[in-house]
T-cell receptor
Framework: EAGVAQSPRYKIIEKRQSVAFWCNPI?????LYWYQQILGQGPKLLIQ????????DSQLPKDRFSAERLKGVDSTLKIQPAKLEDSAVYLC?????????????FGDGTRLSIL | KQEVTQIPAALSVPEGENLVLNCSFT??????LQWFRQDPGKGLTSLLL?????REQTSGRLNASLDKSSGRSTLYIAASQPGDSATYLC??????????FGTGTRLKVLA
């Protein structure tokens, strides 16, 4: 089965610019996650979708970050305007359903550098 | 506050050595704990998952143990190989579905 696809792989922008990342989960997976991984740290959950609804966005900086999953499949994560501290790898993951026993499958991430 | 600490932060060993990676957590009500592998520029690959009712899990050369009372988990790698070089992350879930990740141990196995 095809894995979680993310694009672009790398993005370099200047601060205050906007950027968007795209994620295509494994076919049939209802749950989609976006994580932020700052260099030298573990991933931190930003937002979780169940189909096209938001389950948890408590750690999403909503003044600048937004995410959507309009048709319950692909998802986009946007940052506007970007700050220097947003430099990180953004990982998308998906699972068949939500729940603590559900294995999450990760994409390779988008590495964002803010100049 | 939910925290996960992984020691050591980095480790370099000669090929063939057995090694232990450590993970400690502050939350006593964990539901499960998982060990992941992350290769440079890649996402996370799940290695082993231990339910809170279990004490250990094994897969090939890997063995993970869980001691809830002391807030510790260890990942044992037997007969290490250069292909084992990667960052190893532990993460747990508790009252919610969220994974709380450690900062990882960077392992390098020298040929």
């Amino acid at each position: 089965e095809a894995g979680v696809a993310q694009s672009p792989r790398y993005k370099i922008i200047e601060k205050r610019q906007s950027v968007a990342f795209w994620c295509n989960p494994i076919s049939g997976h209802a749950t989609l996650y976006w994580y932020q991984q700052i260099l030298g740290q573990g991933p931190k959950l930003l937002i979780q979708f169940q189909n096209n609804g938001v389950v948890d966005d408590s750690q999403l900086p909503k003044d600048r970050f937004s995410a959507e999953r309009l048709k319950g499949v692909d998802s986009t994560l946007k940052i506007q305007p970007a700050k220097l501290e947003d430099s990180a790898v953004y990982l998308c993951a998906s699972s068949l359903q939500s729940g603590r026993d559900q294995p999450q499958h990760f994409g390779d991430g988008t590495r964002l550098s803010i100049l | 506050k939910q925290e996960v600490t992984q020691i050591p932060a980095a480790l370099s060993v000669p090929e063939g050595e057995n090694l232990v990676l450590n993970c400690s957590f502050t939350d006593s009500a964990i539901y499960n704990l998982q060990w992941f592998r992350q290769d440079p520029g890649k996402g996370l690959t799940s290695l082993l998952l231990i339910q809170s009712s279990q004490r250990e899990q094994t897969s090939g050369r890997l063995n993970a143990s869980l001691d809830k009372s002391s807030g510790r988990s260890t990942l044992y790698i037997a007969a290490s190989q250069p292909g084992d070089s990667a960052t190893y992350l532990c993460a747990y879930t508790s009252g919610t579905y969220k994974y709380i990740f450690g900062t990882g141990t960077r392992l390098k196995v020298l040929a």
